[in-house]
């Protein structure tokens, strides 16, 4: 397949200015002068035909061309240095291991390996669900998925995403009600156990709604949201779920909001790494990768 392409040299002057948002960072990185690099984006952006930074202030920002350019040229950078490694190391396997909680991983973050792998096809990652990760004690962990207000002492960590809380059922508890025939007196509600906190998911969700009276005690009360979602999708009730992890049921028909309400949650999830550690090769692959599907997730998983 023939390829036309732009010069080298002015896609990686492009892709450290981007990182580094500044000309000069990315000279000292490049070890070259800041006018070589200004100059190799000027070509760039010349032989595409677009702006790729806004320049002013003292800083650069990207431009929704930039947007669209940064990550591409990042992941293909990225492969092309681990390929180059493989073949001058064939022992140094790229290899990460993860631990994740389980919801988080069977919905938001398995179905999206496919992308990963056909991006980095020779990194190779392990993943367990432990509800301690055990971080600091366990030297076989390089990074962990948590979730919670980010009050942990014992890593470093990077906010991913924050939860946000809407009410779901089956399409058959909803129907076809009108808002103000809608009674949640007359559902199940399903809760989800976070430590002595087992109602507060519910009132929060309510009071954003408007609605008053509602008995929130009682229902049906899990260890895990896996199990709540699993429950409304077979309608045995309404839950609160987080609508990053029922993506799949509500673009399948298979749940269906109880109101147009939706509240940011109190807990967000969380990439944690031990104190001070060295970031090695795959980690940061993984770390960007992670960043890319939240900020331009991509659709139909």
């Not at 291991?97 to 056909?118: D, M, V």
């Not at 550690?277 to 939240?294: G, T, Y």
Request: with cysteine; charged share 25%.
């Amino acid at each position: 397949m023939s390829r036309t392409l732009p010069p080298l040299n002015s896609l990686k002057a492009f892709e450290a200015a981007a990182e580094c948002a500044s000309f000069t960072l990315a000279a000292q990185r490049l070890c070259v002068t800041q006018s070589a690099v200004s100059r190799q984006v000027k070509l760039l952006e010349e032989q595409l035909g677009v702006s790729l930074f806004q320049r002013g202030s003292g800083h650069l920002r990207l431009t929704d061309a930039g947007r669209r350019l940064q990550p591409v040229l990042r992941q293909s950078f990225d492969r092309i240095a681990w390929t180059v490694r493989g073949l001058q190391e064939p022992d140094a396997v790229p290899h990460l291991r993860l631990n994740a909680p389980p919801t988080f991983a069977n919905r938001w973050l398995i179905p999206r390996l496919g992308r990963l792998k056909s991006l980095h096809p020779d990194l190779e990652l392990s993943l367990t669900t432990r509800a301690d990760d055990d971080l600091v004690g366990d030297e076989n962990l390089d990074a962990a998925i948590r979730f919670g207000t980010g009050e942990w002492s014992d890593a470093e960590i990077v906010h991913l995403m924050q939860e946000s809380h809407i009410a779901v059922c089956a399409p058959k508890l909803r129907g076809s009600m009108r808002r103000d025939a809608l009674d949640l007196n007359h559902q199940v509600l399903l809760h989800v156990l976070w430590g002595e906190d087992r109602f507060h998911t519910w009132d929060h969700w309510l009071s954003a709604a408007g609605i008053e009276g509602v008995k929130t005690s009682g229902g049906i009360a899990f260890d895990l949201l896996e199990l709540a979602i699993h429950a409304a999708v077979n309608a045995v009730g309404v839950t609160i779920a987080d609508r990053h992890m029922v993506a799949r049921e509500l673009d399948r028909g298979e749940l269906v909001s109880w109101l147009d309400v939706e509240v940011t949650g109190h807990r967000s999830y969380w990439l944690a790494t031990r104190p001070h550690q060295v970031e090695s090769a795959n980690l940061k692959l993984f770390r960007q990768w992670l960043a890319q599907e939240i900020e331009d997730p991509p659709t139909g998983l």
